[in-house]
């Protein structure tokens, strides 16, 4: 089967967004460690520029493009990790850029992609499709499309991440990663088989959005009948993306789910032991690690922790909830 990207094209990828991009740090856990029984390493993409790995996708993307096709402007559709870090990579090499958001997408989400200079145009996720207000908003300006996951360019921006972790962290038993429409999953798999092909990988996804535990199942794309509703406000997709699914349902070798409360515990200990804060989506690798019994004893357990984006107000109100624990 012929897949929408290579490991070469992570290492394209690595070069061009290395003027733009952090190379976020890697936490070893001593407590967490501790309490699962092998060596865990956390990758801090919450502190990636515009505060999550999206950025890595959305640079790798437009630096790619003809620049002819960019300044005509740059369309997509995100809950807000995508769309700020588009409209930032778009301010940074020039171009505009319109950014097709949920209007119950995080206000600290909207405002950041705002002050990048992006225009904003808002959709209710429940009832209207972001796919067809973003095609609107395409005819209407001319604009180039750029979605979220489903594109080689993204993907392997997203690889990225795994490949400065494995770099930062050599051998590697587990590695394991959030997923959405699964463009971080696709990139980090894409490359971490190729440079270590004996590494187990697995995805994570929000109990209510089990997405890519039923297309495992099925053997197919399975799409949910409704948006999840979850905290994990970056993973609340329906489907796997049709070309990230192929690379995923290959190279991963397992999917799990977590539930919102365990989310939390995950945010909550980072938070108290690391000093780090981690919106839900960010928080949902770990907290497999914490509560599914997947990492085996003895072994070193890469996590990706995806973003950082979390409003003060909700961020608090999660973490000292009475029930969250240490």
């Keep these: 089967m012929t897949f929408a990207i290579t490991s070469d094209d992570v290492l394209a990828a690595a070069e061009r967004i290395a003027p733009h991009s952090v190379r976020t740090p890697v936490v070893h856990s001593t407590k967490l460690s501790e309490r699962v029984g092998a060596s865990v390493f956390c990758k801090a993409e919450s502190l990636q520029r515009t505060g999550a790995f999206k950025f890595r996708g959305?640079?790798?993307a437009i630096s790619a493009m003809d620049p002819a096709d960019a300044a005509r402007g740059i369309i997509t559709f995100s809950s807000g990790n995508h769309g700020q870090a588009i409209s930032r990579a778009a301010g940074i090499f020039g171009y505009p850029a319109t950014i097709v958001m949920p209007t119950?997408?995080?206000a600290i989400k909207v405002e950041?992609?705002?002050?990048?200079?992006?225009n904003i145009v808002t959709y209710d996720r429940y009832t209207e499709s972001r796919e067809d207000t973003a095609a609107r908003v395409r005819d209407e300006t001319g604009g180039v499309l750029i979605p979220p996951y489903d594109h080689p360019w993204v993907m392997a921006g997203q690889g990225t991440v795994a490949l400065e972790m494995l770099e930062q962290v050599p051998n590697l038993d587990l590695l394991v990663v959030p997923v959405g429409g699964g463009?971080?999953?696709s990139g980090s798999a894409t490359i971490?088989?190729?440079l270590h092909p004996s590494i187990s990988i697995i995805g994570v996804e929000p109990e209510t959005g089990d997405d890519h535990v039923l297309s495992r199942a099925a053997g197919h794309i399975v799409s949910l009948d409704a948006v999840p509703r979850t905290i994990a406000d970056g993973q609340q997709v329906k489907a796997p993306g049709e070309l990230t699914w192929p690379i995923n349902d290959a190279l991963v070798d397992d999917f799990v789910t977590v539930s919102d409360a365990e989310i939390v515990k995950a945010m909550r200990l980072l938070f108290l032991h690391h000093k780090l804060v981690v919106e839900p989506s960010g928080a949902s690798a770990l907290a497999a690690?914490?509560?599914?019994?997947?990492?085996?004893a003895e072994s070193r357990v890469g996590v990706v922790l995806s973003g950082g984006n979390i409003g003060l107000d909700t961020f608090?109100?999660?973490?000292?909830?009475?029930e969250a624990g240490p």
């Design 112 to 118: 950041a992609t705002r002050s990048w200079g992006a």
């Design 104 to 106: 119950d997408a995080p």
């Design 316 to 322: 608090t109100s999660l973490v000292t909830d009475h």
């Design 183 to 185: 463009g971080l999953l």
């Design 192 to 194: 971490a088989k190729q």
């Design 289 to 296: 690690v914490l509560h599914r019994l997947i990492a085996p």
């Design 58 to 60: 959305a640079t790798n």
